[in-house]
């Protein structure tokens, strides 16, 4: 599909039509019967970020950094309660050391056998800088300590007027793109996204989607929109069908990446089934202790099963990694 048909068909085909093409082609691609999950606990490691973006959630608490003991002990506790995989991700913090970095993983993967998926592409690039490394050198650091994939986060949306809105302090798409691309070359598995509900217009989500679809190498597509708590730029409603739609679109325009997730947690249950007939195959993660949103979402693996199963799937635990 080129830029010019997907802009076309975001702006007249109905989602209707959309949905059923896209769950034709996940049909082909995974089969009918099976929706995927993951278990994961989330570890801040800091609150501290210099981007200081206006939507982080970040600044409104208390300054932090964990210690190792610290991250030992939520590693530990997220054991007990059953997680796959650590999530470690924090802030663009400069006064953390790389041999903290490291010496995380090493506690995380070698010494508590945790995959574990790590720093969005604005924080390896400051990790880099601040440590006067070169970004594939400290990728290579990174992967012999125990990093098997990095989040995709941070993109929002990419184009240059999304990012002067949303965020003109992370990362280019030049730049995100760049990190991301290296990653892959350096073996490490990766998810990318997009993020819509602000004032962005079609374009700007098809050019998005086409950075990502040139960068190549993610497994795995998110769809998100911004929470209504966010405050520092213009939030619209967007209706669920525009979400749907989106989906479809998404596993439609990408060829170069087999899973497009759904984040139940996110957008909550209804939505979720229904992307599950329009395009997704997985409904991303059971986050343990996750606070924030966790009145929408299912949080516990019965649950994700159940929900699996009550929208007519079979259910399937994987690893971060598919
Ligand atoms: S770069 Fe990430 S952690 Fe830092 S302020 Fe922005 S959203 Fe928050």
Not at 274 to 290: F, H, P, Q, R
Request: proline share 4%; net charge positive.
């Amino acid at each position: 599909m080129t830029k010019t048909q997907a802009l076309k068909l975001w702006k007249n085909a109905s989602w209707t039509e959309l949905a059923k093409e896209a769950h034709d082609m996940r049909i082909q691609i995974h089969g009918k019967k099976n929706v995927s999950y993951t278990v994961f606990r989330i570890i801040n490691y800091t609150n501290i970020c210099k981007i200081a973006c206006s939507f982080c959630s970040f600044k409104n608490t208390k300054p932090y950094t964990l210690s190792l003991k610290e991250i030992r002990k939520e590693a530990l506790k997220a054991k007990k309660q059953g997680a796959s995989a650590i999530f470690f991700q924090g802030g663009v913090n400069p006064g953390i050391s790389l041999d903290y970095y490291l010496s995380a993983l090493e506690l995380l993967n070698k010494e508590l056998g945790f995959p574990v998926r790590a720093f969005s592409p604005v924080e390896l690039f400051h990790m880099a800088k601040g440590s006067k490394i070169s970004l594939p050198r400290l990728l290579q650091k990174l992967k012999a300590a125990g990093l098997s994939s990095v989040p995709g986060a941070g993109a929002e949306i990419m184009t240059a007027k999304m990012r002067r809105i949303l965020a003109p302090r992370k990362l280019s798409a030049k730049q995100w793109c760049g990190v991301m691309r290296e990653c892959h070359n350096q073996g490490l598995k990766s998810s990318a996204n997009i993020v819509i509900g602000s004032t962005e217009g079609p374009e700007d989500i098809i050019e998005h989607l086409n950075y990502i679809r040139e960068t190549g190498g993610f497994q795995s597509f998110i769809p998100w929109v911004f929470q209504p708590q966010t405050s520092n730029f213009p939030i619209r409603h967007v209706p669920g069908v525009e979400y749907i739609k989106l989906v479809a679109l998404c596993r439609l325009f990408f060829h170069n990446i087999p899973n497009i997730e759904v984040s139940v947690l996110g957008m909550g249950k209804a939505l979720g089934e229904l992307a599950l007939y329009a395009g997704a195959n997985d409904i991303s993660s059971v986050v343990l202790e996750e606070r924030v949103m966790r009145s929408q979402g299912v949080s516990s693996v019965s649950e994700a099963e159940e929900f699996i199963r009550g929208a007519g799937f079979n259910p399937v635990r994987r690893g971060i990694n598919y």
